[in-house]
């Protein structure tokens, strides 16, 4: 084990001395130790029998929770009438005379048991469902409009055919349109809301209840209490009726004879939707095996690149990598022998600002200047993306082969993430729910600030925002679900700097730490766990492999280098 004092790989540290390794765990008081100090805390609290065990067999103990009546005592039995946890002295006490009592365990396991179906249920059929029927509505809502924007050209060939006189009874009635339209738009987005609201809440219960069937704390599992018998009552279906325009023949009464629109309304249907029907994708259900971390990363190669500064790599496959630094050339190199195999140079003749690799193995890239996202497809550029009043940093794509951008106003006062299927913009995240920025932003077009973006296998979205000196980590659905500010203490004792960001098959997040010159891993939740040095310099761009390899761009240095850092 090395120097906790002097080395960037050593990161959990006893919580008695808070300077040596952690390597043993006090299940019964949750606290992590080093073998020094078992003795000091065990003869710390001799009221308490203590459970130590290794750090790696954690939990192994359950967490009886604590008496309500008798401060001393933990609840290892359960009272079916009664419905709570007792303790031995209740017992005695005679208060459960005559109760059915059970061993908490078995509790445990039925509580755990219902609590996984709710979760499956949620999870598998309700929030599938929720998905289905926003976008029935987003649907609805796209031909809605189609079909208003033909009612109102039927209207207006109909004027065409009427004197001048007729044109203020024209837009009189094409008024009445968009009136009804919007009426009903703007109820039907509403109705959208309300759905979606609902989405992201059972989002947020499945992962409530997913902690709690994971967690040994009694007292946590029985707090847990279930939304599912609310969200079984499916929201109504809304169903406006579309207007119809009823010519006239022309006439000296024009106002009559015009036309009318007939009524719109919307009504509520409770059965319009029906639960989703659980389908598991060949992939359900198979989960990555499980891979530690090694107690020392070691690099296994480097490959020399040419760049004067290397900016960013990404993986083509476990054999080859893409490469870009500060000219116009993109470079395809062989990993085990280093050799250069592929040359492009940007279609503008501008320095690439960022590359990526889609799930067809074809290159993106970003082109900052050029306002651009081009794809590379038989040697062949193509421009997949063009943005207007704002420019293009950084770009992944995704498991579902969108492409997340991220990108910056002209004036450098917003920051967004729009994810983009083809040409088609899908999705924007720029702020939380109480409508703050997500994401920094410099307010100077002479200030540059770096934002890397990967996708997790959670399809979290993470962002490094070296900005706000933050890893800034949203959901699917673009909603915060937590900040990484850093761990104490750094490497260099420098304030976190990140730069390039990405994950891996266990769920990790890393991001290179510029001013620290390492690498920070933490996992799917924002728990820091270690770091990884291996003698780098000013690490920008990151990228992993199908093997869990790790590819560092070092900005100081243009040599790539392939790193090994799970077992």
Known sequence: MMDPQTSAQDVMRCDLCETAVVQMHCDT?????????????TISDQSISHKVVSFQARKSTPLYPGCTYHSKERCKMFCKQCDIPVC?????SNQHLGHELYK???????????????RNELNDTIYPTYQDIASDVQNRMSQFEKEYGDLSTAITKHGEDWHREIDKLVQKLKAEVDEMKNTQLQTLQKHLDEINKKISDIKEEINTMEMAIDTNDLSKLFSVTSSVHIYRNLPDK????????IPGKIHEELGKLFGALSPSSLTSDKHGYSMKTPQKSPEAGSSPPVKQLLDEPETVTTIDT???RLYNVACLSDEEIWTSGNDKTMKLYNINQGSLLKSITTMSGNMPEDIAVTKSGDLVYTDYDDRSVNIVKNKKIEEVIRIQNWSPHRVCSTSSGDLLVVMDIDDNKQSKVVRYSGSTEKQTIQFDD?????YSSSGSIFLVEYKYITENRNLDICVSDNGANAVVVVNQAGKLRFRYT???PAPKNQPFNPRGITTDSQSHILTADDYNHCVHIIDQDG???RYIDCGLSEPWGLCTDTNDNLFVAPYGNRQVKKIKYLQ
């Open 306 to 308: 040419g760049y004067g």
């Open 434 to 438: 109480k409508g703050k920025p997500l």
């Open 527 to 529: 728990q820091f766990l």
């Open 486 to 488: 850093g761990h104490t």
């Open 104 to 118: 908490i365990l078995r509790i445990l396991d039925e509580k755990k048991e219902s609590i996984t179906k709710e």
């Open 238 to 245: 809304i169903m406006p009726s579309l207007p119809k325009f």
């Open 88 to 92: 031995i002295s209740c017992i005695e």
């Open 29 to 41: 008081c949750l606290v992590n130790l080093c073998k020094a100090c078992v003795g000091e805390h």
